[in-house]
C-alpha cells in the first residue's frame, strides 16, 4: 500500500520558500555549464546513469540540469525531490519499489521504472536572511542498489556546490542589475542637463554671475 507524497500545504513556509525560488529566475531559464558540469561530476562520483538538479516549483519539478542534455518537468506529486526537501539530510532509497511512499509511483510502476534514489536538498536564501529547500540535487538508476557513507557525503558536498553556484549565480546578477540601473541613472541625468542647456540658449539666457566685489 503507498502513500501520498506530502502536498504543498503541508509546508509551513511554502509562500517564502516559494519566493525564495522565484527570485532566483532558475525556472525555465536556458541550460548553463556550471550546472550541466556539476550533475556529470555526480554521477561519475556516485557511479549511477543519470544525475539531475530540480527544482521544486508549485505543482512542478523542474529540471534545471540532467546528464541526460535534457530539460524537462514533471509533476511535483510524481518527482522524489518533492521528499527531499522535507529534510536536512540526503534521502537515500536502495530499492523503490520495496518502498511504500514510491512503490506505486508511474515512475516507478512503468516497465524499466527507477529503482534507486538518492537527493539532497538544495537551499536558498532569501531577502531576510532564511533558508529554504528549493530543490535537489539527485541521482537515479534503473537497478537497486545501495550508497555508502562515504557515498552520502559525497552527495551532501556535491548539493553544498550546487547552493555556492546558485549563489554567485544570483549575486552576479544583482550586481549586473545595480550597475545596468547606474549606467540608465546616469544617462537620464545626461539627458536632463542637455534640455536644460538647450532651453537655456533657445531663451537666450544663459548662465550668469555677479560680484558684489567693488574695487577702490
Same mark, same amino acid.
Given at each position: ?13 511554502? @509562500?517564502?520558500?516559494?519566493? $525564495?525560488?522565484?527570485?532566483? $529566475? ?20 556516485? /557511479? ?5 538538479? @530540480? ?11 540532467? @546528464? ?36 506505486? /509511483? ?16 538544495? =537551499? ?7 533558508? =529554504? ?31 555556492? @553556484? ?21 544617462? $537620464? ?24 566685489? =567693488?574695487?577702490?
Amino acid at each position: 500500500m503507498s502513500s501520498a507524497l506530502p502536498t504543498a500545504d503541508m509546508f509551513a513556509d511554502e @509562500t517564502r520558500r516559494l519566493a $525564495a525560488l522565484h527570485a532566483l $529566475a532558475l525556472l525555465d531559464s536556458e541550460p548553463e555549464r556550471e550546472f550541466d558540469a556539476l550533475v556529470a561530476l555526480a554521477a561519475d562520483m556516485l /557511479n549511477c546513469p543519470t544525475a539531475m538538479l @530540480t527544482l521544486v516549483d508549485t505543482d512542478r519539478l523542474w529540471i534545471k540540469a540532467s @546528464t541526460s542534455g535534457e530539460q524537462s518537468e514533471i509533476a511535483r506529486d510524481v518527482g522524489m525531490c518533492t521528499q527531499t526537501i522535507r529534510g536536512s539530510d540526503p534521502l537515500v532509497i536502495d530499492d523503490l519499489a520495496l518502498d511504500p511512499r514510491f512503490d506505486a /509511483n508511474p515512475m516507478v510502476a512503468a516497465r524499466d521504472g527507477l529503482r534507486f534514489y538518492a537527493g539532497a536538498p538544495i =537551499h536558498a536564501v532569501d531577502g531576510e536572511g532564511e533558508r =529554504h529547500a528549493i530543490g535537489a540535487l539527485c541521482v537515479v538508476d534503473t537497478t537497486p542498489r545501495s550508497m555508502s557513507d562515504a557515498g552520502r557525503r559525497a552527495l551532501q558536498h556535491l548539493a553544498t556546490l550546487a547552493e555556492t @553556484t546558485i549563489a554567485a549565480r544570483a549575486a552576479a546578477s544583482k550586481a549586473l542589475e545595480i550597475a545596468t540601473t547606474a549606467d540608465r541613472q546616469a544617462a $537620464a541625468l545626461a539627458r536632463q542637463d542637455r534640455i536644460f542647456r538647450q532651453a537655456e540658449r533657445m531663451a537666450a539666457m544663459g548662465s550668469w554671475r555677479t560680484s558684489l566685489d =567693488h574695487e577702490q
